[in-house]
């Protein structure tokens, strides 16, 4: 039997509307959440990424920062999206800290969030402002332990990874107390760090390589295997004495349970692609960080190693978060 193209025509219409949506997504401007401010390391990636994406979908990817509670507010309007049409990424505390810690968080990032593809990776520093009388990790440890309660530490949020960084290092190494002060994002910290308002950080070398090296603030450690390459200088947490302390700050990136599984397959493909590409590449890696760009099993099997990791530890601290 031939069809012609009149009849190809007619029959369009009565084709399900989720088949012909589906052939045509996305069909209009897609929103990309980034649960950090403007200026942040996740916003850097959010926006290299975008502009790849933008261009291979054929579409505005409008990067959308919605910032609060460590990630968690971003992370949970991406997990509630119905519209087909929002993206986003989120990184350690929100996607595998946050379960083991608030009793009520809004979303769960397993049942709630699809994993398309770890974007990046980078370690941290514990970074102090230049006015504290350390240049290694023994001399803050005795700092701290001399000034009980009077030095400040700044994160971007309780359960964020490095609130829990932190944490663990002084239950490694017998610290004693200090002061936490949570921030919506990494730039008023390290703000807030360079002036004095607090006087540490462990964040993730991405947020802060620049006030680094030009002398802004000191990095006394770096928790990767081995020293941080834009940094030989500065020594590892093993090379001074802390064990098994190895981490790094991730950005993943995820959509709503319910978007279906081509669309998931596409993203995780054009993103693999994108960053890829020598000059998304040499700004990702020029700002600290190493580029991942994983397949979305991969992206999945990572995120519940961590979760696993990093739960573990907060149940050993019996750490608890209200909210």
């Known amino acids: 039997m031939t069809i012609t193209r009149r009849a190809l025509a007619a029959a369009l219409p009565l084709l399900p509307a989720a088949a012909r949506a589906q052939a045509a997504w996305p069909d209009r401007p897609l929103r990309f959440v980034v649960p950090f401010p403007g200026g942040s390391s996740p916003d850097l990636t959010g926006r290299v990424l975008s502009e790849h994406l933008a261009r291979a979908l ?10 609060g509670a460590g990630g968690n507010i ?8 119905t519209d087909g049409h929002i993206i986003g990424l989120s990184i350690n505390g929100p996607l595998s800290t946050a379960p083991a810690l608030y009793p009520s968080l809004p979303y769960d990032p397993v ?17 102090v402002n230049n006015d504290l009388p350390v240049t290694d990790l023994a001399g803050f440890l005795a700092h701290v332990r001399a000034n009980p309660g009077r030095v400040a530490f700044g994160s971007v949020g309780s359960g964020s990874g490095g609130h829990l960084g932190m944490l663990d290092l002084l239950a490694r190494t017998g610290g004693t107390e200090m002061v936490h002060v949570a921030y919506r994002g990494f730039p008023q910290a390290t703000l807030d760090l360079v002036a004095g308002r607090i006087q540490a950080m462990m964040v993730t070398t991405a947020a802060v390589l620049p ?3 030009a002398g802004q603030i000191r990095a006394i450690a770096v928790t990767s295997a081995a020293r941080f390459a834009p940094t030989p200088a500065v020594p590892t947490l093993a090379e001074q004495g802390v064990a098994n302390a190895e981490s790094y700050g991730w950005q993943i990136l995820v959509v709503p349970a319910s978007t279906p599984a081509d669309r998931v397959a596409r993203l995780a493909a054009e993103t693999q692609r994108g960053l890829r590409e020598p000059a998304a590449r040499a700004r990702l890696e020029g700002a600290g960080f190493e580029v991942m760009a994983t397949a979305p099993a991969e992206a999945a099997a990572f995120l519940a190693q961590e979760t696993e990791r990093w739960g573990g530890m907060i149940r050993r601290l019996n750490i608890r978060l209200d909210g």
């Open 211 to 213: 006030q680094v090296q």
């Open 58 to 67: 054929g579409q505005p990817v409008v990067v959308d920062n919605r910032a």
């Open 74 to 81: 971003g992370t949970d309007a991406i997990a509630k999206a």
């Open 111 to 127: 049942k709630d969030l699809t994993a398309v593809s770890l974007l990046v990776r980078g370690p941290q520093f514990l970074v």
